[in-house]
Structures are given as structure tokens and as C-alpha cells.
């Protein structure tokens, strides 16, 4: 498989398999594809809400105040519904298979990186990409 086949969709191929291979394979994959998708959602779902959960501590311990958690707040929602959109899209370019291991990796080091932040303007960035990066999740554990 070369990394054009694997990165891009590729148009859905006829069935020629036997009803008994068909069930065969379908109970092979069945319990890892259900695994794979339950564990990357509750990753993604731990990493989104992470910050409301931090939020009381980071008031008495940074330099960020009640209003700028609700600009971030807001602007995190605003980026994470137009990226379900944007995603959905994607995912009809992109493998999805190809997409979710970069996205969860890029949502770990966002994740990371805001541990070690301390300015104001670098909480906004690395919340807004968090964002980005969280609306693009779902749509391809979707598909």
C-alpha cells in the first residue's frame, strides 16, 4: 500500500466475498475497530474538558482571570463546532484511519504545551488550536 492509498480515500471497491467470509472477517475487526474508537474518544473526550476541570487552580495560579477563561471558553467552542464541519469534509478526502493517529498525537502535545505555558497570549493559542485540532476528532471515528 503506498501512502497516496492510505492518506487519501479511495473509492469503495465491489463486494465479491462469500456471505460466511464476509461474517468472518466482520468478527475479526468487530471488537478492535469498536476498542480503537471507544479509547480515542475518551482520550479526545479527557483532553477537551481537562480545562474547565484545571480552571479553578489556574485562577490562583496564573495570571489569567474569570474573563479570560470565558473568551477562551467561548472562542473553544466556536472552532471546535465549525471544525466538525471542516472535518467531515476533510474526512471525505482523507482516510480516515490517516487522520485520527496525527490528530490525537497533535492533541497530546497541544495538551503538554499548555502545561508549560504561562503567558496569557500563549493559553489563547495553544486553546484555539486545541480546539482546531479536537473539532477534527470525531468525524472520522464517525465514518
Do not use: C, H
Not at 15 to 26: A, C, L, N, S, W
Not at 78 to 96: E, H, R, S, W
Not at 102 to 110: E, F, H, K, Q, R
Amino acid at each position: 500500500m503506498s501512502i497516496k492509498t492510505f492518506i487519501f480515500s479511495q473509492p469503495d471497491k465491489p463486494i465479491v466475498k462469500e456471505k460466511k467470509e464476509i461474517d468472518q472477517t466482520y468478527k475479526k475487526f468487530r471488537f478492535e475497530i469498536i476498542a480503537s474508537v471507544f479509547i480515542s474518544y475518551a482520550v479526545f473526550y479527557l483532553t477537551r474538558k481537562n480545562f474547565s476541570a484545571a480552571m479553578p487552580a489556574m485562577l490562583t495560579e496564573t495570571s489569567l482571570t474569570a474573563e479570560d477563561f470565558a473568551i477562551m471558553s467561548s472562542i473553544f467552542y466556536i472552532l471546535y463546532g465549525a471544525m466538525k464541519f471542516v472535518g467531515g469534509m476533510l474526512v471525505d478526502k482523507i482516510n480516515p484511519k490517516a487522520m485520527t493517529g496525527p490528530v490525537l498525537i497533535g492533541v497530546g502535545i497541544v495538551n503538554i504545551l499548555f502545561g508549560f505555558s504561562d503567558s496569557v497570549a500563549a493559553f489563547y493559542v495553544l486553546y484555539s488550536l486545541n480546539a482546531i485540532l479536537q473539532g477534527t476528532s470525531f468525524p472520522p471515528m464517525a465514518k
